[in-house]
């Protein structure tokens, strides 16, 4: 069976990854990645075997700089059967237009809104809502964080009321641009944030309010989550459910922080020392009146490149089991 052919829209902290993740996957290649300049991320492109796209207008540029441009976006969409679009949030949807006029499959991520795809995707929540569909969105790395823990609480213990309060990093390790380098920042303001409606969009019956600062670091998203439910459960009982799933990983082991999370990821190997999965403190789970408390970690520059996997498998239907491509994928990464 000839492979699902992929081109990634934007090779930024997302992009890249997604391109290697798309890679190592034995039933989808890259056709092409494009690049807006010829800075290192292209060059690194361009030595990995990828085929460097650009602007229209900048394809001599970049060949002047010494990559040889396969050629313009529109060329690379006219090869994709999916483009994964992971342009800063706000462009992609400008890029609607380009999609639909190529007849090609398009996924945004989470700095766009529902609207513009009209499927908000979690592969374990919601992966039959895209199952042949056109467009996508895969909910922002927070969110992605979010539905994989309520999703299966609701699914056991039925979710009667969630409160969370998140903790953002405020830029990622190589955003020169962006702070705060030295203050909490209220944001948004005006509440709630966009993740609890984000929830929504993914799973509509939840009843979710969210809060979120911004925090100097870079490292990761840190949430505090208070849980009601329908059904009596126990602290173990949460625990278990936590350990069986896939993109779950339970912390200890003298893990007390974000930065030891991120060393461990170095430590076993992972490609740019990545942690896919949600990090939940396994002794801050606990039952206090009836209500769950606990805290997770959320590393916001790779929780949802397994995620982009499974919706472009979904969308063209090269698998119909959520399950099974959430297993495939997995394995492929060595998650
Ligand atoms: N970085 C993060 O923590 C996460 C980001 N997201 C979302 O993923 C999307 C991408 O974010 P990042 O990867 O962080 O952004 P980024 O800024 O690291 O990368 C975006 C890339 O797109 C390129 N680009 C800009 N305009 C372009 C255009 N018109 N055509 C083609 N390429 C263009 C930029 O040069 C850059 O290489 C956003 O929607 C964001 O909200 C989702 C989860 C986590
Ligand atoms: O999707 C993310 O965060 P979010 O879930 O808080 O919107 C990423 O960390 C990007 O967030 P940014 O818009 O603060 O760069």
């Not at 979690?122 to 039959?128: C, D, G, M, S």
């Not at 009321?161 to 005006?190: E, F, H, Q, W």
Request: with cysteine; glycine share 8%; proline share 4%.
């Amino acid at each position: 069976m000839s492979k699902v052919k992929v081109a990634i829209n934007g090779y930024g902290t997302i992009g890249k990854r997604v391109a290697d993740a798309v890679t190592m996957q034995d039933d989808m290649e890259i056709i092409g990645i494009a690049k807006t300049r010829p800075n290192y991320e292209a060059f690194v492109a361009h030595d990995k075997g990828y085929n460097v796209y650009t602007l229209a207008d900048r394809v001599d540029d970049m060949k002047s700089a010494g990559i040889p441009a396969a050629g313009s976006i529109d060329d690379m969409i006219a090869e994709a059967d999916v483009v994964v679009d992971c342009t800063p949030g706000g462009i992609g949807e400008k890029n609607k237009a380009l999609y639909e006029k190529a007849g090609v499959k398009a996924i945004w991520q989470g700095g766009e809104k529902h609207e513009l795809a009209g499927c908000s995707f979690n592969a374990e929540a919601n992966y039959e809502e895209a199952l042949g569909r056109d467009f996508v969105r895969v909910v922002s790395c927070n969110t992605t964080g979010l539905c994989r823990v309520i999703y299966p609480l609701d699914q056991e213990y039925g979710v009667k009321k969630v409160r969370v309060t998140l903790m953002r990093r405020s830029a990622d390790p190589n955003d020169v641009k962006n702070g705060p380098i030295n203050a909490i920042v209220p944001n948004p303001i005006k509440l709630p944030s966009h993740h609890g409606p984000d929830v929504k969009s993914v799973i509509p019956h939840i009843n979710i309010a969210s809060t979120a600062v911004k925090l100097p670091t870079t490292l990761m998203h840190l949430h505090t989550l208070n849980i009601e439910m329908e059904k009596d459960c126990s602290t173990e009982d949460v625990k278990a459910l936590f350990a069986k799933q896939p993109r779950i990983r339970m912390i200890g082991q003298g893990i007390g922080s974000t930065a030891e999370i991120m060393e461990l990821g170095k430590d076993m190997g992972r490609p740019r020392g990545d942690m896919w999965e949600n990090c939940v403190w396994e002794d801050s789970v606990t039952m206090y009146e009836g209500e769950l408390y606990f805290f997770q970690a959320i590393h916001q520059e790779s929780d949802v490149i397994p995620e982009n996997v499974d919706a472009i498998r979904a969308m063209t239907e090269l698998e119909k089991d959520g399950a099974k491509s959430i297993a495939k994928t997995n394995k492929a990464m060595g998650l």
